[in-house]
């Protein structure tokens, strides 16, 4: 009996668990959500970090804790939506971030790629949601797009505030500028496409204490799932990449991404 039960304790611990610190839950639907935390907590990922994007979301996002367990949401409008972060945004993302479960201001930062908003409400949205982070004391999770130097002039012209910079994409250098900074670098699925050797290279040189694994759910599919629809379990194929990249086991790496999560986010895990 007792030898059956430790049976059972040892082969849950020798699944990867692994934290999936950003998937965009409120883009699937609510049935559909159910269905892939089951299969997320089938493989080991008891913990998910939610981002907010914008108006459209936020209400969605905010309840999320709420309604599954394991699950903690950032609040705020990423740089597509910047142009959304009016004084009546403003009140309803302060007056949002008392629901329980809210850890971090995000996703925040520039996007000059697609400039779905202009670039000065950009620069306005991520200044004004890094100061609202320091006074609230919460961490950010940035999100940064071809604007790598006004991202990181916006930094160093703000508060100094704790977060991630979630699918990093700088590679070896960006690193270095990141750390230096003392935020946290989050690596994506991104990490297994053919051409993404800025990824790999940020992935091998990241600090033990400052690497976060992602999956960037519905987005970025790890191979060999690219193209379809991503989701939290997935997660366990990014950690296995990252864990091989740089050498480590699989469970070296977990632990160490736990405790960096636990520690950036103010959470106890399971
Ligand atoms: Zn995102």
């Not at 409400?121 to 797009?145: M, S, Y």
């Not at 997935?234 to 091989?244: G, H, K, M, W």
Request: contains cysteine.
């Amino acid at each position: 009996m007792t030898s059956g039960v430790r049976a059972c304790f040892v082969a849950a611990v020798d699944l990867p668990a692994v934290i999936d610190s950003h998937a965009h839950l409120a883009m699937f639907p609510p049935a559909e959500r159910l269905k892939l935390l089951a299969r997320a907590r089938d493989v080991g990922v008891h913990t998910v970090l939610a981002p907010a994007t914008g108006l459209e979301d936020l209400a969605v996002v905010a309840a999320l804790p709420q309604e599954h367990q394991g699950v903690f949401v950032a609040l705020g409008f990423h740089p597509h939506q910047a142009r959304e972060l009016d004084s009546a945004a403003k009140r309803e993302l302060e007056r949002a971030l008392a629901h329980p479960g809210v850890v971090a201001i995000g996703e925040i930062g520039l996007d000059f790629h697609y400039m779905h908003s202009p670039r000065e409400d950009q620069l306005a949205a991520f200044r004004w949601q890094l100061e609202l982070a320091a006074e609230r004391g919460l961490p950010v999770v940035l999100h940064h797009r071809q604007a790598w130097e006004p991202f990181l002039a916006v930094l160093d012209g703000a508060r100094p505030v704790r977060g991630v910079a979630h699918s990093f994409t700088e590679g070896e250098a960006g690193v270095r500028e990141v750390v230096a900074r003392g935020l946290l670098v989050g690596i994506s699925g991104m990490v297994t496409f053919p051409r993404a050797d800025n990824v790999r290279a940020a992935a091998r040189v990241v600090p033990a204490g400052a690497l976060l694994v992602e999956t960037d759910a519905p987005f970025l599919s790890p191979v060999p799932h690219r193209g379809k629809p991503n989701e939290p379990a997935r997660v366990t194929l990014v950690a296995q990449e990252i864990a091989r990249l740089r050498g480590e086991e699989l469970g070296e790496l977990e632990r160490a991404t736990d405790g960096a999560f636990a520690d950036l986010f103010g959470v106890a895990l399971p």
